[in-house]
């Protein structure tokens, strides 16, 4: 469903939270998988209760808004998206881990290539997929009477 309900979200505090994945991925590429559990923590808060909850979205919104480094306003819909997608993606990777499975790589890598994108050239894959989901299937009548 599209989610006009939530605050909107500052573009480059966007940025900076996909450069932390970034870095926390290549962390747990080479200290410990066990990092991923963060990842999924960030997704599950950020991608279903919303970023205007997350603590630590919090924390870089008042850094970078303090600075004027925030950026335009973003529908924070589509990035709720890439966050359950986030909460997926480190969460399979996590599992793999704890199954004892050299698979948790895959998941790892795709989330490295993912928000680097996202961070180094503002292009957020899910939130692309997102929106093209919605022109192909609009949603339709809401069920609430017309005033």
């Known amino acids: 469903m599209?989610?006009?309900?939530?605050?909107?979200?500052?573009?480059n505090?966007?940025?900076?939270?996909?450069?932390?994945?970034?870095?926390?991925?290549?962390?747990a590429l080479f200290v410990t998988p066990w990092l991923l559990a963060l990842l999924a923590?960030?997704?599950?808060?950020?991608?279903?209760?919303?970023?205007?909850?997350?603590?630590?979205?919090l924390v870089w919104k008042k850094a970078l808004s303090s600075r004027g480094w925030q950026g335009p306003m973003e529908n924070a819909g589509a990035k709720m998206f890439a966050n359950k997608i986030l909460l997926l993606a480190s969460g399979a990777g996590l599992a793999l881990f704890i199954a004892n499975s050299g698979l948790w790589i895959v998941p790892t890598i795709a989330l490295?290539?993912?928000s680097f994108m996202e961070w180094a050239f503002k292009f957020c894959a899910a939130c692309w997929v997102y929106a093209l989901w919605y022109q192909r299937f609009p949603p339709g009548d809401t069920g609430q009477p017309e005033a």
């Open 13 to 27: 505090v966007i940025r900076f939270e996909a450069f932390i994945t970034f870095v926390v991925c290549w962390l």
């Open 41 to 57: 923590v960030q997704g599950l808060v950020r991608g279903f209760i919303g970023h205007h909850r997350c603590p630590s979205h």
């Open 2 to 11: 599209l989610r006009f309900d939530v605050p909107s979200v500052p573009a």
């Open 112 to 114: 490295i290539i993912f």
